[in-house]
């Protein structure tokens, strides 16, 4: 009795798991394109946020669902140019295939600058990310920004950024 429903059970749990995946993934590679125009420069960079927290912070995203956080330290900060930044992202991302914090110059910088290295997931059209915290931090997208959503202990902690185009 088991065989007789072995194999319809089988072709359904894998219909479902196809159609419902292909669609699925069609719907990230959009949002992927989106994702990889350039990297997020955190609102309040260069500002007061900088001098309170000590650095600038950037975002990047790379396919394998990498992203890369950027810290510069305030005031060093002030003068690299986003040609630099793009840079020392794409060396930092080279130096490992895993999760990892380095730092280093990544031969563009005159200091040394922090990245740390680590992997993101799409859920519900938002991606996730470990934070350090109880629950993974989530980023939302618009047209040429994205908020961080940070959770927090009584009410969560949203962090603007603003796209800089490659």
Known sequence: MRKKYFIPLTFIFLSAVFFSTAGYSAQISVDEQKVYAGYYSREGNDAEMAQT????????FYPGKRIVRLYI?????KTVKPAQI???????IKKTTGSAYIRDKFGVMKEQVVAHLDFYRWV????MYDCSKPKPCRITFSDNAMVVIKPGI???HKVNYNLVSE
């Open 124 to 127: 519900n059209e938002e991606v």
């Open 53 to 60: 927290i000590g650095n600038n912070t950037y975002i990047k």
């Open 154 to 156: 009584v009410l969560e």
């Open 86 to 92: 793009n840079a020392a992202f794409n060396a930092a």
């Open 73 to 77: 330290p305030y005031p060093y900060s």
